[in-house]
């Protein structure tokens, strides 16, 4: 399966929904979402992963930059829709610290 990466900005909020693989295949895709998508400042970012299959480490280095680089404050950022065995490596990594993990 191809990984693919969209984004819409309503306001000062964007979404980004991650389908597929959340590695590192998707970084370009991945940065353009937050970076060259965006007009203005953002307060905050809700990333839909109900559609990624996988993520592995360099997925959540992706997470990771991408909160250093918007420097966003820790609840600012959502990961929504995580499939079980996504949700249990985020927590087990302990990324529930800096980003909100529903």
Same mark, same amino acid.
Request: with cysteine; net charge neutral.
């Given at each position: 399966?191809?990984?693919?990466?969209?984004?819409? *900005? *309503?306001?000062?909020?964007?979404?980004?929904?991650?389908?597929?693989?959340?590695?590192?295949?998707?970084? *370009? $895709?991945?940065?353009?979402?937050?970076?060259?998508?965006?007009?203005?400042?953002?307060?905050?970012?809700?990333? $839909?992963?109900?559609?990624?299959?996988?993520? $592995?480490?360099?997925?959540?280095?992706?997470?990771?930059?991408?909160?250093?680089?918007?420097?966003?404050?820790?609840?600012?950022?959502?990961?929504?829709?995580?499939?079980?065995?996504?949700? $249990?490596?985020?927590?087990?990594?302990?990324?529930?610290?800096?980003?909100?993990?529903?």
């Amino acid at each position: 399966m191809s990984s693919t990466v969209t984004s819409n *900005q *309503q306001g000062n909020h964007l979404n980004i929904a991650i389908a597929g693989r959340f590695d590192f295949s998707i970084l *370009q $895709d991945f940065r353009n979402a937050y970076t060259l998508e965006v007009e203005g400042p953002i307060a905050g970012i809700s990333i $839909d992963l109900s559609r990624s299959e996988h993520m $592995d480490s360099s997925g959540m280095g992706l997470l990771l930059t991408l909160k250093k680089e918007l420097k966003l404050d820790s609840g600012r950022i959502e990961l929504n829709n995580c499939k079980p065995h996504i949700r $249990d490596a985020l927590l087990a990594a302990r990324l529930d610290h800096f980003f909100k993990v529903n």
